[in-house]
């Protein structure tokens, strides 16, 4: 079982949180088709060091960036206070 | 007799307490503190099951978790466990027990002759042989021949328990390491736990020679216990770490000791345990030898019948041998000498040190050096072991009498030490193989977990009590704390304390069949197999013979298994490798898993606020998502398929009722609510003017239509959206991940306000009339309050708030009221509405109105490729210009690309009634059905008098404007169809306004 830290709440169990995504910056709207499909549907999966979106059960959306190997978080922080 | 093989005296157990059981229909007595397994070995009981797929007879193997035979059908009482370990159940009063996979028992099993075939069904053989036509039709006689217990449907396991909690340093196992470590960590201040699978502490201290500051090592091991206690460390015994997750999670199931009394089956508590550090103390576990006939009932493993003897004053034979491959043998040979066995020892070493034997010598053990068991007499129970040279390699039949045999009634192996390296494995550490000891060993951590003694291959007693002392140091100090404790001292019995091991991973006896793994029947022979086929990689070689897959998950036999396979390779076991142990360490009832999770607990739903007021109009209530809603309302008499059909011709004729609370009511409130609301939604939004409403899509980023519903502008400021009943949360989620992730700049807050208020909808020709009766300060009047328009104010002396709006395609208001005047207002309306003929109606009713109409239930009558111009909505596609979620995805040549399932609306051309949900619409192409689409949505329209159906079908709005026939097709029938449109009542709309 693994833990993050909510912002809100504090350090919580991993089945408080919803995976959403990597974090990926959505291009603008003029992209071409390969462009807009890799933002949909590509990620990258990183071995080793790895961010990824979560959800907390409060609602806060929380960047969490952790080992893929070991699972050791490297850190945990709410998305809106570093923007992603 | 009763307990024949019990000793006089010793022991654990309670002479003063007799229990009597059932095992295999005979009566027989133990005492309080036996388990099951102790008691049949005290009444001389040899055959407890038959193997898996061989139907072989079997004889209790171990004394502990590691039992890969004596799994039996146990009952107590009400309650009934199939496969229990008989090691590990503690005896009780009236307990029955069975062997399993036996017809119709144990000593006459008519599935044994499957033995005498054994030579045509290798490793493999099911799956090679019965391919054609096809495997599952062989499967379940297959299934029959080969199993385990069966599950008695009647027994209903007694809820069981589930505890979270935390601690400071969690040791697992309570040997010599871990009293070691406790010792060290108590009274540190720190929150201690420390859990043993058995009932008592001390581990092999209980059976063993040794001595530990002064006094012989059990005694040292009670007073320890004492010690422990009164500085508060938490001591469970019977309790199995069974599972070691991510982070230092820990999951315990500790066993409840009620069977103490007599007097219940021993209840079960899950625990998740936090801890912050973890000291694996868990032992280790005693191998087999390999070699024909390996398996048969009077073989055992030595350090097993040396603690059936010593803990339970159980003899499991009186003339025994015991075949060892390495020097802690030699212990185990004394420990049963002692206790008055007559005792003979083959060792398969031919140079085993003269200090040992001089031992023997003294102890009056005769030893036969260099030898190994050739040949087993005895079938059902060991009557004698014929012996050969270990060097020579001679043919099973024929060279099989040996230079020197023995009569013999139990046979003990030694084979040497794996340690348990179980949880270690679970967390992420790594193992490496230890030629010294034949096994592998822990070489690190990821977590915070440090293995000691046998667990870490440190067999010498006092290797176990100081790696015990120093790790508790250790995380002591990462805790910042400190031990008082002084390291403890101990000494063996010279000269059993060495473990020298020499490996024989397999006799050389030709051409019979050695057992590797005993619970699934795993041969020398499939291993080798295996080699010869490919199948090299330990992963592989499980996978195809199923060592190690059974329910012991081959703790006595993962290592003999892989070093054969590295015999056959030319590889070093290390070089072999290890498959990945992972959790239970033994296997968890589903019911302690399940804990407290089991009827309405297993998934509460959610209850409307007028739930009493649907009760009194007499509701059948039924699940929809999360929550619980009215289906329909049958009258006395009248079934739910007539009261359906009745509703819904009632609430278009005359008034229906519906509780619409479950509909999402989420606000978004601010400055920038126009801008966010407007980007997150397929349709225009920031020109919707204030007191009004429209109905909208949302799509996700790959443009699939993820909810419908109406939204209302309640101010500049404020937006109310009503988000389908089951995809509220969805929504609410949807809107805080586009906010906090994309656009935490715009000025807004997402108020989720569903269970705040109640919202009842009165709808049909005279729901107008219902309104006018109501006490309010609402002009009802069609100028004041149009279709899609919103407005508050006062119902009866409470707030409330009014759209109007229709899902029936009728004229309709929807009133939202605080939740708790919910069931008031139902009352209130069904009374007012009374000399209009209102009704109330359900989910159901209103599922065939909505239908009539060709409005859309999303996930229904679209799916995960249903994109806004496939149901005909196209306006904002073509005119709304800024960019919005899922907008770029619907230029994709994906979004539009010919063949498109669009939604339309089928007309049953037969007298067949309603079409079948879910039936495909099918064409012919090259003489081959295809499907063009399916049925989504398909009733009895009571207002038209015949079926309608909706269906998403490919190229479907060409196929209506042609008026096209087409074929749908279920279960093996095909039916005609003509493709309409999906509107079948009023399709100008008219009734929403007159």
Redesign the interface.
């Known amino acids: 079982?693994?833990?993050f830290t909510c912002p809100s709440c504090g350090l919580r169990d991993?089945q408080e949180f919803?995976y959403?995504s990597e974090?990926k910056p959505?291009p603008?709207?003029k992209?071409g088709?390969a462009e807009?499909?890799q933002y949909?549907y590509f990620e990258n999966n990183e071995k080793g060091a790895h961010k990824e979106?979560y959800?907390h059960l409060c609602?806060?959306?929380v960047l969490v960036e952790r080992d893929t190997r070991?699972?050791r978080?490297l850190s945990s922080r709410?998305?809106?206070e570093t923007?992603? | 007799m009763s307990q024949s093989h019990r000793l006089k005296k010793g022991g654990e157990i309670n002479r003063r307490r007799r229990l009597s059981f059932l095992f295999e229909g005979r009566p027989y007595e133990g005492y309080q503190g036996d388990t099951l397994a102790s008691a049949l070995i005290a009444n001389g009981v040899r055959l407890v099951g038959r193997s898996f797929k061989y139907h072989r007879p079997r004889g209790l193997y171990t004394a502990g978790a590691e039992e890969p035979n004596g799994l039996l059908d146990v009952t107590l009482g009400d309650r009934h466990e199939p496969n229990a370990r008989a090691t590990l159940v503690d005896l009780a009063e009236g307990m029955i027990a069975r062997g399993v996979n036996a017809d119709p028992d144990l000593e006459s099993d008519r599935n044994a002759r499957l033995d005498s075939f054994a030579r045509f069904i290798p490793a493999g053989f099911y799956y090679k042989t019965f391919m054609r036509p096809k495997w599952a039709d062989y499967e379940p006689k297959i299934r029959q021949l080969a199993g385990l217990g069966r599950l008695d449907p009647s027994s209903v396991a007694p809820p069981q328990d589930l505890r979270h909690a935390r601690c400071d340093l969690l040791i697992v196992g309570a040997g010599p390491a871990g009293l070691a470590a406790a010792r060290a960590a108590a009274g540190s201040g720190l929150s201690v736990w420390l859990v043993d699978l058995e009932r008592r502490l001390g581990g092999q201290l209980l059976w063993r020679q040794t001595e530990i500051d002064g006094q012989a090592g059990a005694t040292w091991a009670e007073a320890v216990g004492g010690e422990l206690e009164s500085a508060g460390v938490r001591i469970m015994i019977r309790t199995i770490a069974a599972a070691y997750?991510?982070?230092n999670?820990i999951l315990l199931l500790e066993h409840h000791d009620r069977a103490e009394d007599g007097d219940g089956w021993p209840g079960e508590r899950l625990w998740?345990l936090q801890a912050k550090r973890v000291i694996l103390a868990t032992g280790a576990h005693e191998r087999p030898l390999v070699f024909p006939d390996n398996d048969r009932p009077g073989i055992m493993s030595a350090s097993a019948a040396a603690v059936y003897a010593k803990r339970y004053a159980a003899l499991a034979g009186r003339k025994l041998l015991v075949a060892t491959n390495n020097d802690d043998g030699y212990e185990s040979a004394v420990v049963l000498k002692r206790v008055g066995a007559d005792v003979m020892l083959c060792d398969l070493r031919t140079t085993p040190s003269q200090t040992l034997l001089s031992a023997m010598d003294e102890a009056g053990i005769a030893v036969a050096v260099g030898h190994q068991p050739l040949k087993i007499h005895g079938k059902l129970a060991l009557n004698g072991v014929s012996l050969g040279r270990t060097s020579t390699s001679v043919a099973a039949k024929g060279g099989a009498g040996g230079s020197l045999g023995r009569e013999a009634d139990l046979l003990c192996l030694s084979g040497g030490w794996s340690p348990a390296v179980h949880l270690l494995s679970q967390s992420?550490g790594k193992l490496r193989y230890d030629p010294e000891i034949t096994a592998f060993r822990p070489s690190s951590s990821?977590q915070e977990a440090e293995s000691v003694g046998a667990a870490n291959g440190s067999f010498a007693l006092q290797d176990c009590l100081s790696e015990g002392h120093r790790a508790a140091q250790a995380a002591l100090s990462a805790l910042g704390a400190k031990t008082t404790a002084e390291p403890p001292r101990g000494s063996e019995e010279a000269p059993y304390g060495s473990s020298a091991i020499q490996p024989f991973w397999r006799s050389r006896v030709q051409g019979a069949r050695q057992w590797v793994d005993f619970q699934n029947d795993v041969t020398a022979k499939d291993v080798a197999l295996a080699a010869r086929e490919g199948y090299v990689s330990v992963e592989h070689l499980k996978r195809y013979t199923t060592l190690g897959m059974a329910t012991d998950q081959g703790k006595t036999s993962n290592i003999n298994g892989l070093a054969i396979l590295g015999e056959e390779t030319k590889r070093s076991p290390g070089e072999v490798g290890t498959t990945t142990f992972r959790p239970p360490y033994t296997p968890l009832s589903l019911a302690a898993i399940a804990g407290l999770k089991r009827d309405r607990l297993v998934s509460l739903s959610r209850q409307l606020p007028a739930l009493a007021a649907h009760l009194e109009s007499g509701a059948a209530l039924r699940d929809y998502g999360i929550w619980s809603r009215p289906a329909c309302y049958p009258r006395e008499g009248e079934s739910e398929a007539a009261a359906i059909q009745r509703e819904a011709l009632q609430a278009r004729q005359q008034v229906g009722l519906l509780d619409g609370s479950s509909l999402g009511k989420i606000a978004v409130v601010g400055p920038d609510a126009a801008t966010f609301v407007n980007r997150l939604y397929y349709n225009r939004l920031d020109n919707l003017k204030p007191g009004r409403l429209r109905y909208c899509l949302m799509l996700n980023?790959?443009g699939i239509v993820l909810d419908d519903g109406v939204v209302a502008r309640q101010s500049e400021e404020r937006y109310l959206l009503s988000p389908s009943s089951s995809h509220s949360d969805h929504v609410?989620?949807t809107l805080?991940?586009w906010h906090?992730?994309?656009w935490?700049d715009l000025k807004v807050h997402i108020l989720d306000e569903t269970q705040a208020w109640a919202t009842l909808s009165v709808s049909g020709l005279r729901s107008r009339d219902v309104m006018e009766m109501l006490s309010t300060d609402i002009d009802w009047s069609d100028a004041a309050l149009p279709h899609m328009a919103f407005a508050s104010g006062q119902v009866e002396g409470v707030p409330a708030r009014i759209a109007r709006v229709s899902f029936t395609g009728e004229r309709g208001y929807e009133i939202s009221v605080p939740a708790r005047y919910g069931a008031a207002l139902w009352r209130h309306l069904i009374s007012l509405g009374r000399p209009f003929g209102i009704t109330p109606y359900g989910i159901e009713s209103l599922s065939v109105m909505r239908a009539e109409k060709g409005y859309i239930l999303i996930g229904r009558d679209t799916d995960g490729t249903t994109m806004p111009q496939d149901l005909g909505m196209l306006g904002p596609l073509k005119n709304k210009d800024i960019?919005y979620v899922g907008?770029?995805?619907l230029w994709?040549?994906e979004a539009k690309r010919h063949g498109r399932r669009q939604l339309v609306g089928l007309q049953v051309l037969d007298e067949a009634g309603p079409l079948e949900n879910g039936a495909h619409t099918i064409e012919e192409k090259g003489g081959r059905m295809v499907s063009t689409g399916y049925v989504t949505s398909s009733y009895m329209s009571p207002i038209l008098r015949r079926p309608i159906a909706l269906a998403l079908l490919a190229q479907g709005r060409a196929l209506q404007s042609a008026g096209a026939q087409i074929e749908v097709f279920h279960l093996g029938s095909r039916r005609p169809a003509k493709v309409v449109s999906p509107c079948f009542f009023d399709p100008k709309g008219g009734r929403l306004h007159d």
Do not use: C, F, K, N
Request: a negative charge; aromatic letters at 4%; zero cysteines.
């Open positions: 079982m693994q833990r991993e919803h959403i974090p959505r603008a709207s992209v088709d807009w499909g949909l979106l959800r609602g806060t959306l070991s699972h978080v709410g998305a809106t923007g992603i | 997750y991510d982070q999670r998740v992420g990821v980023e790959t609410l989620h805080e991940e906090q992730g994309e935490p960019d907008r770029r995805s994709l040549p």
